[in-house]
Every structure is written in C-alpha cells, then in structure tokens.
C-alpha cells in the first residue's frame, strides 16, 4: 500500500512520504548557469529557506507551548485523583492518531486490525471488524485473479461503511455530553465535528425513537437497541407523538418498577475501585 492514505472523522488526510523524485539529468547535458545568476539564485532559496524555517520554529513553538501546558494541567488532575502515591508513578504520555485507512484492500495486501485504524482506547469495535474481515477474506477470497479486483472493492465499501458507523456510535456518546469542564467535550459538540448522517439521526430520533428501519443495512455495527441504551441512558429526550402512549398510567408504572430495581441492584454492587482493588488482590476465578 505504498499510496495510503488516513481518513479522519470523514476527512481524509495524505500520509507525505519521507522521499520525493525529480527528473535527472547527466551533467554534460545541462544548461550552463552564470555565476551571478547561482550566487542570486542560491541566496533567493537561503531566504526562503530562513524565512520557512523561522516560521515554522514559531508555530512548532507555540503549539508545544500549548501541548506543555495541557500536559501540566492533566498531570495536575490525575495528581489529584491518584493522590499521595502519585508522586511514586512515572505517568507515560501515549500519542494516539485516530482514523482509519481509506482503502483498506489494495492489490493483494488487507489491511485487518490495528493495520485498518484505530480510534479510542476504550472502542473495543475494532475487535469485531477483525473476526468480520478475516471471515470475509477466508470466504469470499477468489480461485482466480479476474475476481479479485471486485472482491477488494466489495470488502473496501463494506468495511468503509462499518468504521463510518463505529466513528457515529463512539462520537454519539460525546456529542450528548454535558460536560464544560474542558474545551475538548464543548468542541465535541460542535456540529462541524459532528458527521451529517449521525446530525440527521439525532434531529429525527427527537420526534420517534430509534428502530430497525433506522439501521437496514446487513453490514450494521449497532443495533436500535445499543442506540437507545446510550441515548436515554444519558438524557436525551424523545417528545411523545399525541395519541402513540394509549396507557400513559400503565407506562410510569413500569418506569417506577424499573428505578426501583435499579436502586436495589446498585445497592448491592461494590464501586468501580473497589471491584478493582478486589481483583487485585484475588483475580478472576479460572473458568
């Protein structure tokens, strides 16, 4: 795949390569250059040169100013999370690209796994596109090479359409954030950032809940279901159609129920810390 490139969130971005070509030719054949004309010439790509390079030290400058400064403010947090043992941990700062290729299956080279993208630690999706894309290779890949062209531009739609539909799933849990503790979750709210079909889905779902019609293709990431969970479980709100809730009394008493047993089975659950302390100490039972 040496003509790669990265999309990003729907916009894709070229990977530059480290080399470039130029036409060659042997000195006998080139034109001779006055000297005047070299020392003007040379001392033109000198200042060019100087000129690029000063501006390109204080853009680097200023953005590592920046980069500093987010750095010390989240060490500051995680400082004050961790508490007193902090000061015995070595925190590592982990660079992350996000996005994924723009064409996955060129000639005969697949890209699977982390070699398709990434997005976010904590989007385990990509674990079910690497068993998707190997069944698909392992079943579908041709006896002759006259086939094999349609099959990678086959496999390159349907992969595409999957990581467009993790980046909405993921990016819908952002964009229903209240947060305003940073500017990373505000501008995760910005509608520039926010895909054109998860924008459409959202203004739809205010008037009907999310359904199967809302997700036809056979090669969908995420059921209604998955999409009701996230929505509702962080207060997005649906307005009810006049005439669609027959029972409204029937309805809030199974929301009631419901609550109930939720504040009873929370009560019996041990916190986040201390379900991991526990696993500390004594780990998951062998199955």
Known sequence: MDEETWSESGRTRPRFKQRVLGPWRPASQR???????????????EVQLAGRELA???RDGERGRRRLQRRERVEEELAAYVGPDFAKLSPREITIRSGHRAQFWKNNVVAVGLAAGFLEPLEASALVLIELS????????PASRSAMDFVARRFNTMTRYRWDRIIEFLKLHYVLSEREDSAFWRDNRDPATIPQDLQDQLELWRDSPPGEHDFSS?????????????????????RPRPGRLANAEAAQDAFDR??????KLTATMPSNRALLTRLAQYRFPPL
Do not use: N, W
Not at 218 to 224: L, N, V
């Open 218 to 238: 056979a090669h969908e990431m995420f059921p209604a279901a998955s999409y009701q969970y996230v929505l509702y479980g962080m207060g997005f709100r649906t």
């Open 134 to 141: 190997a069944d698909y290779i392992a079943t579908s890949m």
């Open 31 to 45: 034109e001779a250059v006055p000297d005047d004309q070299r020392r003007l010439c040379a001392r033109r790509v």
């Open 56 to 58: 390109t030290r204080q």
């Open 258 to 263: 419901t609550a109930a047993l939720k504040r």
